[in-house]
């Protein structure tokens, strides 16, 4: 399963994109999408108490039902954040070197097609951490076809106590990510989770 954690490595976030705080089949705990730590155009929206109108932190969130390869845990990947260049997480972490799980899956291309649609191309983006590149041109339903859980195992170096995912270009569609995780080898403290 692309969820279970590396050995000798503590994990100090476990972000759940888009989703609530969520448990998965090894025990480990995903902690809810807040705005303490994501970011995106929705922010832009008016506010409003309007219960008919979009929250401007929910715009950017999606979930899809349906069930997902390659995992057994669904629901993590069915919920989702999506943006172009204004998306993003900020972490605070100490300065030094961290593994960084990213979790995707491609919720919409290719949905109610055959086996022989080709979506290859449709949704096209970077990753980056700390203004560094790490992913160029991400095409998920070209790694893992429709409702394909995938993940991307990165080394990031955090000076200025900051970790930063972001999507700096996005050359078709919209950047999404459905879950994030950070650990550094050894042991070490697990920062206490930030309030809204």
Known sequence: ???????????LYR???GGDSYTDIYGQQWMQDTKAYSRSWAER???????????PYTASQR???DPIR?????????????????LAYD???????????????????GTGGSEQTDCEG????????????????????ALSGHDGAYCKVVEAEVKGG???????????????????????????EIPVAKRD
């Open 15 to 17: 972000m759940n994109c």
């Open 91 to 109: 972490f605070p972490l100490p300065d030094g070197t961290y593994r960084v799980e990213l979790y995707f899956t491609e919720p919409w291309h």
């Open 122 to 141: 449709l949704r096209i983006f970077d990753v980056a951490i700390n203004g560094n590149t790490v992913i160029d041109d991400l095409d998920i339903w």
């Open 1 to 11: 399963d692309v969820l279970k954690g590396a050995e000798g490595y503590t994990y």
């Open 45 to 55: 929206f008016l506010q409003t108490d309007s219960p008919k109108l979009l929250s």
């Open 162 to 188: 900051k970790l930063t995912v972001h999507f700096p270009e996005v050359k078709a569609g919209q950047a999404l990510i459905s879950a994030i995780a950070i650990a550094r080898k050894g042991r070490h």
């Open 63 to 65: 979930v899809t039902h």
């Open 70 to 86: 390659g995992t057994q845990d669904w629901e993590l990947f069915q919920t989702f954040r999506f943006g172009r260049h204004e």
